[in-house]
């Protein structure tokens, strides 16, 4: 029908689990947006579907990523923007997150990456029509040229996530 479908897994890719599936391939060079549509099954209201989601990863390693998924986190659902490093500052998180607008039972995402003077910037955006897009929470990280975009579908087993498209767009270089 067009459609992939990604059952969802108990595992993920945050600190020692690494072990949820991705699928991936590779980044275009320079800046780009990624996008998809995304419906997950999780039920809309209830308690306790705790970390499972699905959406968008730019991922260098295990360790190293930016994530962006519809999450459902005790009795609400999110969309949130992960960002996970390999070596963080002594005394800091290698993890990190901020929640962007509320998601709905289907959600268009998109990371957009823009380089400027050879640092990355990624940019979360979320939208539950397709048309209207709402700006989230922005990372600075270094994925490097060796870069993948991919799909993630994890935290928890029993649900689905159904992905309508990926587009990548290629943005003009920002100087």
Sequence with gaps: GG????DTQAADLH????DASILTEKAPDGSWIV??????????????????QAGLV???????YVRLTHVSIWETRQIEFGKEVSNPLPGFPAYGSGVGAAPGRTTWLRIAKV???????Y???SSRDGRRFTR???????LGRSAKIGLVAHGGAGFQARFDH????????CR
């Design 3 to 6: 459609h992939f479908r990604f």
């Design 15 to 18: 600190g020692g689990s690494n």
């Design 35 to 52: 996008e998809t549509k995304v419906d997950l099954d999780v039920p809309d209201t209830g308690c306790c579907f705790n970390y499972v």
């Design 58 to 64: 730019v991922y260098a390693n295990d360790d190293s």
């Design 115 to 121: 380089v400027r003077a050879g640092r990355e910037t």
């Design 123 to 125: 940019v979360s955006y």
């Design 136 to 142: 989230g929470p922005v990372w600075d990280h270094d």
């Design 166 to 173: 990926v587009r990548v767009y290629q943005l003009p270089d």
